[in-house]
Nanobody, 125 residues
Framework: QVQLVESGGGLVQAGGSLRLSCAASGYTFSSSHMGWFRQAPGKEREFVAGISWGGGYIYYADAVKGRFTISRDNAENLVYLQMNSLKSEDTAVYYC??????????????????WGKGTLVTVSS
């Protein structure tokens, strides 16, 4: 049974930092592409960052480029999202996703077969 469990969300002041983690189990993590997506209240889910199975290809949404960093630890089945210089517009539920293929170049969720339940990030201004 595939499971993706996000953690690390919370309340932070604007300008602060958080690190999200996603623990994966039930499938071959090291051969799966991983992505972070978010959904703000009243808005559609959007791409945040994606990393290929080996970590060689990384993509970011323009809104987070230079502030967020995605990384993965294939030995521990973990993927991270380091978020710095947080802004109020980063407030959202953040979801971890996994899949055998990806369309991160187009900032799409296409190819993501598995999803976590999300962790809430609230940035106060």
């Amino acid at each position: 049974q595939v499971q993706l469990v996000e953690s690390g969300g919370g309340l932070v002041q604007a300008g602060g930092s958080l690190r999200l983690s996603c623990a994966a189990s039930g499938y071959t993590f090291s051969s799966s592409h991983m992505g972070w997506f978010r959904q703000a209240p009243g808005k559609e889910r959007e791409f945040v960052a994606g990393i290929s199975w080996g970590g060689g290809y990384i993509y970011y949404a323009d809104a987070v480029k230079g502030r967020f960093t995605i990384s993965r630890d294939n030995a521990e089945n973990l993927v991270y999202l380091q978020m710095n210089s947080l802004k109020s517009e980063d407030t959202a539920v953040y979801y971890c996703a996994a899949g055998p293929t990806n369309d991160f170049r187009r900032r799409s969720s296409s190819g993501m077969h598995y999803w976590g339940k999300g962790t809430l990030v609230t940035v106060s201004s």
